[in-house]
């Protein structure tokens, strides 16, 4: 079983993964989301500080150590999912991956990968201050492909969208949970968002039914 990552681990990985796509997004080899880039820079940021603070003999506390694990778990979210973005972006050639140091896309570009059939099931929690969290699941026992191996299920395809602004956005993310933060001015609106699961070449299968909640 592999060892979790250490901050210092986690924090040296995604600042590669970082200067490198600022190089290529700089003369355009990649077409590099400046927002998905800027929100990694910002955890990257957050976790050094977090490590400086709590490495410091004189400042060193309990308050510390808490705020270097928050920053590490968000950056090790933001981490998964900035990569399972990198993965979906054909611009990206697989060497760029081992030389960052970051997992392959996982096949040869001619094995051919089965596309998953079925659409996942999206379940929505709302929390207090604009917090929406959306889990997606496998199908259940009976369905056509109920036996498709995990790595079938390589990551999870959302788009989403606030009812009536006429703007729909999507993301692929590697983690079957995933959070959307809103703001006061979104409270009392509508937030609909539907799913697919996507292959390790991140194709795409059906889409599920749209579902939607009250954001608070």
Not at 31 to 54: E, K, M, P, Q
Not at 129 to 139: C, E, F, R, Y
Not at 141 to 170: C, F, N, W
């Amino acid at each position: 079983m592999k060892k979790p990552r250490k901050p210092a681990e986690l924090l040296g990985l995604s600042r590669g993964v970082e200067t490198e796509c600022r190089k290529n997004q700089a003369n355009e080899k990649w077409g590099i989301d400046a927002r998905l880039l800027l929100g990694l820079t910002a955890a990257n940021d957050a976790l050094a500080g977090a490590i400086d603070a709590n490495a410091d003999k004189a400042t060193k506390n309990t308050a510390t150590a808490a705020a270097q694990k928050a920053a590490f778990n968000e950056l090790n979210h933001l981490y998964e999912e900035f990569v399972g973005y990198l993965h979906s972006d054909r611009k990206i050639p697989d060497a760029a991956f081992r030389m960052m140091g970051v997992r392959p896309r996982g096949h040869g570009a001619h094995e051919p990968l089965p596309v998953p059939e079925v659409a996942p099931v999206l379940e929505l929690e709302t929390g207090q201050h604009g917090l929406i969290k959306v889990t997606a699941t496998q199908p259940t026992a009976g369905q056509p492909t109920h036996t498709m191996a995990p790595s079938q299920y390589h990551a999870v395809l959302l788009e989403y969208r606030i009812k009536g602004s006429g703007e729909t956005d999507r993301k692929s993310v590697t983690a079957k949970r995933h959070k959307f933060d809103f703001t006061e001015a979104d409270a009392g609106k509508t937030f609909e968002i539907r799913g697919a699961w996507q292959n390790p070449r991140n194709q795409a299968g059906p889409w599920s039914s749209w579902v939607s909640a009250l954001i608070n």
